[in-house]
């Protein structure tokens, strides 16, 4: 079977305004100097950056029958993105985010759930599992008919097809964390997450203590995404961790999802551990240098040329 990789999860609208020095008054008006709109959404920024680095890639998700929803389908075809299990809404509109992008290349975020509400498990055609050797689903906390019980559904009828298994977290603005996911965790190959996410689901503050808290659970290998902190992996055999790298930070949006891609590219080429969690950080930190969540990375021969820029072989 070909390294196919399915991303399953959150389908979103971007509207970028940069740099934001303050809010306006209510009623006032303030500038920045861009504001724009891209294809965001983790399901949607990992498949695009995956596919920069040369894997295939499907997407299934959930978008309203709107033009934001008809925008991110044609740009996704023309990425090069398999979209045609894509669901359409007829109740919700997509979903869409306002990302206000700080000096410092910080974000702040306004959030419509839309239809990544309306995607329950009856939206995921199982036989297609059989295509793909890689599932990675991306965001479940933001899909709140999907979660819980389809997500376990999903990852268990994965691992019965022997497809390798990746769950991104985003921040849980339902405030339900464990609770939705504890039953899937055995079920999940590698686990990516912010340091503030893992967190508020483990309850524990130190990394280690951490990463030790979703294997004890039945996660095979965890990886947290600290900013510019860096970056850290771990599972029953191994611990590194990798340092942010020193670049011109334009744009965060998207650094934790290009890093996601990046691990799985290293999956892909049979990479052993460490060196996939070097990948990783080497992509999350390229979506950095442009703004917008996948502009950053262009092809794999350009993400290895930027690597040696830094004195990383890969």
């Known amino acids: 079977m070909s390294d196919n990789l399915l991303c399953i999860g959150l389908i ?79 109740k919700f509109t997509t979903s869409g985010t306002s990302v206000l992008v700080l000096s410092d290349g910080e974000r702040s975020f306004l959030h419509s759930v839309g239809a990544n509400a309306d995607f329950t498990i009856n939206d ?38 022997n497809l390798i298994t990746c769950l991104d977290t985003v921040w849980d603005g339902f405030g339900k964390w464990l609770e939705v996911i504890e039953s899937s965790l055995p079920y999940i190959d590698y686990f990516f997450a912010s340091l503030e996410e893992a967190k508020m689901i483990s309850g524990k503050k130190e990394k280690d203590d951490i990463c030790d808290f979703f294997l004890l659970k039945g996660v095979g290998n965890v990886c947290l995404k ?53 990948i990783a950080n080497i992509v999350g930190a390229q979506i950095t240098t442009a703004i917008g969540a996948t502009n950053g990375v262009k092809n794999w021969q350009d993400t290895l040329d930027f690597a040696k820029q830094y004195s990383y072989e890969i």
């Open 226 to 278: 600290m900013g510019e902190n860096g970056s850290y992996i771990k599972n029953k055999n191994e611990k590194y961790y990798f340092p942010a790298l020193k670049v011109n930070v334009i744009d965060t949006t998207g650094a934790g999802d290009g890093y996601v891609a990046g691990f799985i590219k290293g999956l892909t080429l049979r990479l052993d551990f460490k060196k996939c969690g070097l």
């Open 124 to 161: 995921i055609d199982f036989s297609l599992f059989q295509n793909f050797s890689i599932l990675h689903i991306a965001g479940p906390f933001l899909m709140p008919n999907f979660v819980g019980e389809g997500l376990f559904q999903t990852l268990k009828k994965a691992k019965e097809k």
């Open 12 to 90: 979103v609208g971007d509207f970028i305004s940069k740099p934001v020095e303050e809010m306006p008054e209510r009623g006032k008006l303030s500038f920045v100097e861009t504001t724009e709109l891209h294809i965001g959404g983790c399901a949607t920024n990992t498949g695009i950056v995956a596919k920069k680095l040369g894997i295939d890639v499907t997407i299934l998700g959930k978008v309203g029958n709107d033009n934001l929803g008809k925008f991110i389908i044609n740009k996704l075809k023309e990425e090069g993105i398999d979209t045609k299990y894509i669901k359409i809404s007829d």
